[in-house]
């Protein structure tokens, strides 16, 4: 019954702007019948009636909010007399129980039902029995989370070539004028025999945009004519209709809530208020409007919005692989109208001459899949312009606890615990990657490194300084905190501490057409990562504020401004000249160290600390496990 209707939209939504004035309005709301009355007052029912011919049957409506309700024995359209059978309005909650008089000659035949209402179906099918006519709404259209078509890995590669394949800030008006062009982009669902339902899922992929942007989908038939802005705010702005956002890149926002890198690769299916998957069928449309916040200014951009002879959209849609429709939006107007046409948006007036607004189309981005795979139609379609770019990877961390003392050069009292603080660093590398092979090219450069420290133990004498350097990669030291002096002896309830060591790798696309590539630029490019591990780089240490003694690890090079006057060969080494061994500062791979108590020894409180030193650190690695009982 539906799939016939559904055909016939059309012709449907032709008419309705032909309609009589009594179709669209609700001026004559006095004629309607109230809810629970027996019998029609308006008179436009009334004259169509031969009340010889006519029986009283119940009506029951079930929708999701208030609508007026419109039934009628066929679609109106130009030049029919579709006869308008009842009219009623539903109550707040969009329920109506009623009985009013239908021609008998209409039993058992289909009428076509209008709701305007939120979330209630546009048009109906259903059939007047002798039990009367009971109308539900289909309910909403939720997007259910579930599990992302896409790993990690496929995401980072996604992610990174749509950047840069869009590069921000830059105006990609030239690539995206050949596929927006007065094109109507909404996904298209194509099935057959083998699989004649398919369910949609769209993936939440990076959003650029300072505006707060939020993205819904909209539903319809192949062929549905008049799809309106107002139509579309009317019926699909709406939380059953929400898929994501808002999200918004404003730096000034301190809200996680906000934050497009927190839902990076988040999914949802299409889904009925129920939670069950839609099934799609051949013919179905499903498009996506964005609303955009800026100020008290908002914007709707739309998929299937027809854009006019010569105006660019403010979307655009790609093939990823032939197995995903990748979607991008501009969050600002591209074009405005002036007189004369539609012209390019001019933001401001700088020194005599208009200036373009930088169209870069990467706003807000998703990815849409179907299951299976094959119902999605991508016939022209254009494949996602990547050309090849460095591809980043951040590494899992390197973690452990730092432990140090701080008499040097002298032995003091030998238990290690001047400073405490747990660490963890991440290397983030680049590597030359083609997305049309999928492969990658060696060398690895190492682009930036990652920190986070918490202090846990301050039992210093003196007044410290802690910081850190990346041997032979970044030498300058890095400050990471002060230490009280004149022994607080006690834990730390410090925050961590964080921040990225940038070593400035950046890359530059040369070329055209088939030959573009890129290369590295602005960085070390002797800076291969491969030997560039975190243990071979990390030299943390501590200066004293009154000795101005910085206390290393053993073996560890000093920095530029090191005080080094007077030290004997231990001392530069950072051990004890009683035995050249013992080391001022320790790092041990965990970060669940039992911190030793004052007035106790190192050697005393973990017994195989004295082993692990004088194996020169071959044996018992593992001394920090077995502290004294």
Known sequence: MRKNFQLRNALMLMGLASMPLWFASCSDEENIPAPGT???????????????????????????????????????????SARLLFRSFTDANGKLQTVSTFPSAYIGKTVYVQSTGINCPLWQEATLTENGLELKAEGSRLGVETESPFSDSEMTIMRGGILNALPDNDD????????????????????????????????????????YNTLYYYTYKDGQQNITEDWIRRNFVNKEHLLFGPYSTDPSIHNDRYNPNDHINDTKILSNSDGTPIDFEQGDRIGFILESKSGKNTN?????????????????????????????????PVYTWEEGGWKPSFPWWEEGHWEYNESDFNDFT???????????????????????YYLQNTENPVTGTLLFEDNYPEAGDYDMNDFVVTYALRRVTYIHFDPNTGTSTRPLYLGAVDYAFTPKHDGAW??????????????TPVHVYDLASNQTMGGLSEETITGTVDLGFTWERYGEGDATDCRPTGTKLDADAENHAIGAMFNPFITTIEKGYEI????????????????????????????????????????????????????QFYPDFTKWVESNKTTNEDWYLRPNQ
């Open 38 to 80: 027996d019998e029609p007052t308006n008179p436009e029912i009334e004259a169509a009636f031969d009340f010889k011919m006519t029986t009283d049957l119940p009506v029951k409506i079930d929708y999701p909010s208030f609508a007026q309700v419109n039934v009628y024995d066929q679609l109106p359209s130009e030049g029919n």
């Open 366 to 388: 998703f990815v849409v899949t179907t299951d299976p795979q094959q119902a999605i139609d991508d016939e022209d379609v254009p494949p996602l312009p990547i050309p090849p």
């Open 172 to 211: 990609n008006r030239e690539q995206f004028e050949q596929y927006t062009n007065g094109v109507n982009i909404d996904t298209r669902i194509k099935t057959n025999e083998n699989y004649p339902k398919a369910h949609v899922s769209v993936t939440f992929v990076d959003a650029q945009g300072w505006n």
């Open 300 to 332: 709707y951009y739309y998929t299937s919005q027809e854009t006019h002879e010569g105006r660019l959209g403010q979307s655009a849609v790609f093939t990823y692989e032939n197995r995903a429709l990748v979607y991008t939006f501009e969050d600002q």
């Open 552 to 603: 290393h690890l053993t073996k560890q090079k000093p920095s530029q401004n090191a005080k080094l006057d007077g030290l004997d060969e231990a001392a530069l080494n950072y051990v004890l000249a009683t035995d050249n061994k013992h080391p001022y500062a320790a790092n041990i791979p965990t970060q669940n160290y039992q911190i030793v108590t004052e007035q106790m020894t190192i050697d």
């Open 462 to 475: 003196y007044g410290c300084s802690f910081d850190f350097m990346l041997n032979d990669v970044h030498e």
